[in-house]
């Protein structure tokens, strides 16, 4: 793992840096274990460190591990280890997130397609033009979310419920799902916002209640099994989540707990909005049978509140929603709804 670093005091979110200090390049990231208590960086400066961040979910987020991911094959190649390998490292760090392997791609393809002497340059400026391109389909997807719910939900002053953490720490920009939710906040649209606590690593309490009380956001936290009593209060206009992979049928990958909130929001005619780049689309995966779950060390669950020793746990990172259940799909280039394989698939085109 990589040396940790004080960030500096009311620093804007930066999920993510390159920096290319005189004894080489690095690649800077906030520690995302460590919110919200410390605000402090990981620097790392060979794969296997950015590799440990990606397993620990120091780096975390489907957007986030793409950058991750194409960053590391620059880190390698400026510094001089073994591309190939570390981008298959890369790759298999974590198997749910398609935004991963597929930043990974991105940089590789840039590496082999350069003359040698340029490959490390080449590979270093795909990663940045894939941070770019984060960063603007983060803005578009916020623009196309609050028009979907101004249609959707008339009147404004929205109650939104969302789930895992999917703002500017997951991002080049301000994120996918909680990039919306900026959005309606900034233009005085939001009246609550429900953040799920999201079992067992937290990133609702620890990480998206940080960027809720940074942002000065109406926010309540909740247990995640007290989510259905919101919907039975009529407390809840709508449900906005991210995603890590997104078949070509509309089955959406997410953390888990996000199927039950879909089919609560069903059963309550409550829309169900998944706010997602059009990278975290995978057409070669037919549909959510075919999405691998990444499983998880049981410990996650078992150090979380005593059990008795030698228990153990079942600790899937994901669940995965039928698009019957989606309202729309959000992405850059516009609104999937409904959700089928063909209006997917030409929203990537
Ligand atoms: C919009 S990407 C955020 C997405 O990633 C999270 O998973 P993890 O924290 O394990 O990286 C979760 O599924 C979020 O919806």
């Known amino acids: ?46 794969v296997q460190a950015l590799v440990a961040a990606i397993g620990s979910l120091a780096v975390r987020g ?19 280890y073994d591309v190939e390998e570390a ?26 397609r350069a003359e040698p002497e340029e490959a490390a340059l080449a590979a270093l400026a795909e990663a940045r033009t894939l941070h770019a391109q984060d960063a603007s389909a983060s803005e578009a997807m916020a623009a196309h979310g609050v028009r979907l719910l101004s249609e959707l939900v008339p009147g404004g002053g929205y109650r939104v419920l969302t789930h895992c953490n999917t703002g500017a720490l997951v991002s080049g920009g301000q994120g996918t799902a909680f990039g919306v939710v900026s959005s309606l906040h900034r233009a005085g649209e939001l009246r609550r916002l429900w953040v799920d606590e999201t079992r067992p690593l937290l990133q609702g309490s620890r990480l998206t209640a ?19 009593s919101l919907f039975t209060a009529g407390e809840v206009d709508a449900v906005l989540v991210g995603a890590d992979r997104i078949a070509a049928d509309g089955a959406t990958a997410n953390k888990v707990g996000t199927y039950p909130l879909a089919v609560v929001a069903r059963y309550h005619h409550v829309p169900f909005i998944v706010v997602a780049p059009t990278t975290t689309v995978d057409l070669a995966t037919p549909d959510g049978a075919s999405i691998e779950v990444e499983q998880r060390a049981s410990s996650e669950v078992t150090d979380l509140a005593p059990s008795p020793l030698g228990t153990q746990a079942y600790n899937p990172a994901f669940d995965v929603t039928p698009p019957e259940l989606i309202t729309a799909i959000v992405t850059e280039n516009g609104v999937v709804s409904p959700v089928t394989a063909q209006a997917l698939a030409a929203v990537c085109r």
Do not use: F
């Open 210 to 228: 940080y960027e809720a009380a940074r942002a000065g956001m109406p926010y309540t936290l909740l247990a995640d099994n007290a989510a259905g």
């Open 1 to 46: 793992m990589g040396d940790h670093v004080k960030r500096p005091e009311n620093a804007a979110i930066s999920a993510l840096r390159w920096e290319e200090p005189p004894d080489g390049p690095m690649l800077v990231v906030l520690d995302q274990t460590r919110l919200p208590l410390e605000e402090v960086e990981l620097v790392c400066t060979d």
């Open 62 to 80: 489907a957007p986030l591990l793409g950058l991750a991911g194409a960053y590391g094959v620059a880190l390698a190649a400026a510094r001089g």
């Open 87 to 112: 981008a298959e490292l890369l790759a298999r760090a974590r198997p749910t997130a398609v935004n991963l392997a597929y930043g990974v791609q991105r940089a590789l393809t840039a590496y082999r």
